[in-house]
């Protein structure tokens, strides 16, 4: 049975590129009257959260993407969050140990900053030059009797080809002088994800990996630790990136890229889903409008198109109309609408933001308006009439915006003294501080309270319309965003 599957890390926003190869792992999965599962890639305790993974669910359910096995719906092959299965991965690290395919490494970080140095320096690979890999067994038990700190690298050839067989590509050859001795287990234990995707994949029965064509370079590890274990390697399918219009990598400093950006903004699902399909396959027939069920009807993996898929708001935009005037009618329309922003449980974060300020029920739309929009319609000139200086105002605006995308806990009080203690760091008055953000955010120098105006709004259309700020100031070069981001990261050291 085909078997295909997801495997987002749960460390930030629910990405559109997550959602492109859950599309098309789906299809294909489906097409062959296969299963979908969904893992989480949980394993770095430094920036996973809970709140996160559950983001990620919810995002692609709203999309319409629906796995067979996963953490919330479970499954013959859990545990599915990678942290719930410790004790699977160190025994399969052990076994590498005893097999004589890893050794234990101990080197400080010191030694390889100057190993790495010095490779550099001479026009070489930066890898690892295995000088643990030749410790003798008696040093190895006496470095851990000593309790000195280790991981676990895998061994590599030291010379020779990798073979990389890939269904879209063909075979790929790689030297093995390029592929590093890769840490497979961390000094705290968990294991890196080279190694866990592995195990995963093999014990849940994955036959078919649908992935970005930036895991190319990790194919050999992958296909390394495949043939020291004994186990088949999974049919690999590597797809095209997203790209910006310019094409550089599809990245949210130049294109909103959260799924929720895109929900909050008002678009249909199935046209987003639609979207996604189209980036790298079409119809037979050439429609560009089709559904879910319609692409996995027609699916052929072997029709992906190669090229560089360019990720088109215009385009979505556009697509969207067709499907909301096409396949909504009236009723269908109001009912959307209800869902998406004029439904009770949005009234009820806006009704105390307002109500102070309400005479009649007509004073609603003007008070509110803002909370319901995508991206207010501002100007320059706004900016230039505050008493923020405008170099002030950028640095303001472009801080803020680093700050807010790092922040995890969105609730009004931690919004409020997050920002509030970055304006104190830079030696910005608070009222100076807040001034270009509340046009960034409401369109307009007074509105109603910033910061629960800004839950109300969440995160992400938060972050875009502070974007959109500083591209109405005429954006921030390359040059100034080098200097901005040396002058934030002093800052940071003293928040």
Same mark, same amino acid.
Do not use: C, N, Y
């Given at each position: 049975m085909v078997r295909t599957r997801v495997a987002p890390s749960p460390t930030g926003d629910p990405h559109v590129g997550t959602a492109y190869m859950a599309l098309f792992s789906y299809c294909?999965? !489906?097409?062959?009257? &296969?299963?979908?599962?969904?893992? #989480?890639?949980?394993t770095d305790l430094a920036r996973s959260t809970k709140a996160s993974e559950q983001t990620i669910l919810d995002s692609l359910k709203w999309l319409g993407l629906q796995w067979d096995e996963g953490p919330d719906v479970g499954g013959p092959k859990g545990a599915y969050r990678q942290s719930e299965r410790l004790p699977i991965y160190k025994a399969h690290t052990q076994s590498l140990l005893d097999n004589g395919h890893a050794f234990h490494c101990f080197c400080t970080s010191e030694r390889l900053d100057e190993m790495r140095k010095a490779q550099m320096a001479g026009g070489q690979t930066a890898r690892y030059d295995g000088f643990c890999s030749q410790l003798t067994a008696e040093d190895v038990a006496a470095q851990i009797s000593a309790g000195t700190p280790f991981v676990v690298r895998m061994k590599v050839p030291a010379s020779g080809v990798c073979t990389i067989q890939d269904r879209l590509r063909g075979p790929i050859e790689i030297d093995y002088a390029q592929i590093d001795m890769q840490v497979l287990q961390k000094t705290d234990g968990f294991p890196t994800y080279h190694l866990a995707v592995v195990v995963d994949d093999h014990l849940m029965e994955i036959t078919h990996i649908i992935r970005g064509e930036e895991w190319i370079n990790s194919a050999p590890k992958h296909q390394l630790l495949y043939e020291y274990f004994g186990w088949p390697m999974p049919e690999l399918i590597h797809m095209p990136l997203l790209r910006n219009p310019d094409k550089s990598k599809l990245s949210k400093r130049k294109n909103p890229t959260s799924i929720r950006f895109y929900k909050d903004m008002g678009y249909m699902p199935e046209a987003v889903l639609n979207y996604l399909g189209m980036l790298g396959w079409s119809l037979p027939s050439g429609e560009e409008k089709f559904s879910l069920e319609e692409m996995v009807a027609h699916f052929d993996i072997d029709r992906i198109s190669m090229g560089a898929p360019v990720f088109d708001v215009e385009k979505l935009k556009w697509l969207n109309g067709r499907w909301l005037r096409e396949t909504l009618d009236d009723e269908a329309l109001a009912d959307r609408l209800s869902d998406w922003a004029f439904n009770r449980d949005k009234l009820m974060q806006i009704i105390p933001l307002?109500?102070?300020? +309400?005479? $009649?029920?007509?004073? +609603?739309?003007?008070?509110? *308006?803002?909370?319901?929009? &995508?991206?207010?319609? #501002?100007?320059?000139?706004?900016? %230039? !009439?505050?008493?923020?200086?405008? *170099? +002030?105002? #950028?640095? $303001?605006?472009?801080? @803020?915006?680093?700050?807010?995308?790092?922040?995890?806990?969105?609730? @009004?009080? $931690?919004?409020?003294? *997050?920002?509030?203690?970055? %304006?104190?760091?830079?030696? $910005? !008055? #608070?009222?100076?501080?807040?001034?270009?953000l509340f046009i960034a955010i409401s369109g307009r120098s007074v509105a109603p309270p910033l910061f629960d105006s800004m839950v109300v709004l969440g995160p992400d259309l938060t972050r875009a319309r502070v974007r959109h700020a500083l591209n109405t100031l005429g954006g921030v070069s390359k040059k100034q965003a080098k200097k901005l981001e040396a002058e934030y990261r002093q800052l940071g050291s003293a928040l």
């Open positions: 294909f999965a !489906k097409q062959h009257g &296969g299963e979908f599962l969904l893992r #989480i890639e949980d307002i109500k102070e300020r +309400v005479e $009649v029920f007509s004073d +609603v739309a003007p008070l509110a *308006g803002f909370l319901l929009e &995508g991206l207010p319609l #501002i100007e320059a000139e706004q900016f %230039a !009439k505050l008493k923020t200086e405008p *170099g +002030v105002a #950028i640095k $303001v605006l472009q801080f @803020s915006l680093w700050h807010l995308e790092q922040a995890s806990d969105w609730r @009004s009080e $931690v919004l409020q003294a *997050g920002l509030k203690q970055l %304006a104190e760091t830079m030696d $910005v !008055k #608070i009222r100076d501080f807040l001034a270009p």
